[in-house]
C-alpha cells in the first residue's frame, strides 16, 4: 500500500479514534443518537472503502464513460447505503465514557419523568405510555452503553423525548475517567503521526496517488 492510500485508508479512522479517546477522557459522559453514531462510523470506515472495495469493484464501463466523474457516482452510492442502513435501524442512543450501572440510575431518572409506569425488568426498560421499549447493551471496547429498541413498535417522538430528558440527567452526572481512553487516543496519535511521518518523507506519493485515484 502506497502512502497516499495509507492516508485515505487510515487517516479518517485514525482521527476518529482520536475523538473517541478525548470522549472517553472527560469527566462527563457525551450522548448521541444512533443516526448520529452511524454517520460518524461511516465517515470513518469511508477511506477503507474507497481503496477497499471501490477499486477493485470499479465499474470499468462506467469509469471509461465518466471518467474521474466516476468516483461522485461511488460516493453518491456509498452514502445511498449508509442512509439505508440507518433508516432501517431501530431508535437507539449511544452513550459513551459511562458505565451501565451509572447510566442505569440516570436513565431511570430520565425515563420517569416522561413515563411514571416505567418498568425495569433486568437490563431492559419499558415506558408503555412513552411507547419506549430498549434494552442496554455494554460494549466495553468503545466505553459506550448503547440503549437498543426491543421491537418494532416504537415512538419516534417518545425516544426524542427520553433523549432530551436523559440528557439532562447525564448533564448532572459526573464520571470517573477510563484507561481505554488513554489508549484510543494513543493509538489514534500514533496512527496520524505515522502517516505524517510517511507524507514528510515522501510527499511526491501523495499528488502520484491522487492523480491515479482520479484516472480510474
Same mark, same amino acid.
Given at each position: 500500500?502506497?502512502?497516499?492510500?495509507?492516508?485515505? !485508508?487510515?487517516? #479518517?479512522?485514525?482521527?476518529?479514534?482520536?475523538?473517541?479517546?478525548?470522549?472517553?477522557?472527560?469527566?462527563?459522559?457525551? $450522548? =448521541?443518537?444512533?443516526?448520529?453514531?452511524?454517520?460518524?462510523?461511516?465517515? !470513518?470506515?469511508?477511506?477503507?472503502?474507497?481503496?477497499? #472495495?471501490?477499486?477493485?469493484?470499479? +465499474?470499468?464501463?462506467?469509469?471509461?464513460?465518466?471518467?474521474?466523474?466516476?468516483?461522485?457516482?461511488?460516493?453518491?452510492?456509498?452514502?445511498?447505503?449508509?442512509? $439505508? =442502513?440507518?433508516?432501517?435501524?431501530?431508535?437507539?442512543?449511544?452513550?459513551?465514557?459511562?458505565?451501565?450501572?451509572?447510566?442505569?440510575?440516570?436513565?431511570?431518572?430520565?425515563?420517569?419523568?416522561?413515563?411514571?409506569?416505567?418498568?425495569?425488568?433486568?437490563?431492559?426498560?419499558?415506558? +408503555?405510555?412513552?411507547?419506549?421499549?430498549?434494552?442496554?447493551?455494554?460494549?466495553?471496547?468503545?466505553?459506550?452503553?448503547?440503549?437498543?429498541?426491543?421491537?418494532?413498535?416504537?415512538?419516534?417522538?417518545?425516544?426524542?423525548?427520553?433523549?432530551?430528558?436523559?440528557?439532562?440527567?447525564?448533564?448532572?452526572?459526573?464520571?470517573?475517567?477510563?484507561?481505554?481512553?488513554?489508549?484510543?487516543?494513543?493509538?489514534?496519535?500514533?496512527?496520524? !503521526? !505515522?502517516?505524517?511521518?510517511?507524507?514528510?518523507?515522501?510527499?511526491?506519493? =501523495?499528488?502520484?496517488?491522487?492523480?491515479? $485515484?482520479?484516472? #480510474?
Amino acid at each position: 500500500m502506497d502512502t497516499f492510500s495509507a492516508c485515505l !485508508a487510515f487517516g #479518517p479512522l485514525a482521527i476518529y479514534l482520536s475523538l473517541l479517546g478525548i470522549v472517553n477522557l472527560s469527566h462527563r459522559p457525551l $450522548l =448521541i443518537s444512533g443516526t448520529r453514531e452511524s454517520l460518524s462510523l461511516g465517515l !470513518a470506515l469511508m477511506g477503507l472503502a474507497i481503496v477497499g #472495495p471501490m477499486q477493485l469493484f470499479m +465499474p470499468q464501463e462506467a469509469a471509461a464513460r465518466f471518467g474521474q466523474y466516476v468516483w461522485l457516482l461511488l460516493f453518491g452510492f456509498y452514502v445511498l447505503c449508509l442512509t $439505508l =442502513i440507518i433508516m432501517l435501524s431501530r431508535p437507539r442512543l449511544i452513550v459513551y465514557n459511562i458505565s451501565p450501572d451509572e447510566l442505569k440510575v440516570a436513565l431511570d431518572a430520565a425515563a420517569r419523568r416522561i413515563d411514571a409506569d416505567a418498568v425495569w425488568v433486568g437490563r431492559t426498560l419499558s415506558l +408503555p405510555l412513552a411507547r419506549v421499549h430498549l434494552h442496554v447493551e455494554n460494549f466495553p471496547p468503545l466505553g459506550n452503553v448503547a440503549l437498543l429498541a426491543t421491537t418494532d413498535d416504537q415512538s419516534v417522538a417518545g425516544w426524542k423525548r427520553l433523549e432530551a430528558s436523559l440528557r439532562e440527567s447525564l448533564a448532572e452526572t459526573s464520571v470517573t475517567v477510563q484507561p481505554h481512553g488513554f489508549w484510543m487516543l494513543l493509538c489514534g496519535m500514533l496512527m496520524l !503521526a !505515522a502517516l505524517a511521518f510517511w507524507v514528510v518523507d515522501d510527499p511526491q506519493t =501523495i499528488a502520484q496517488g491522487l492523480e491515479r $485515484l482520479l484516472r #480510474p
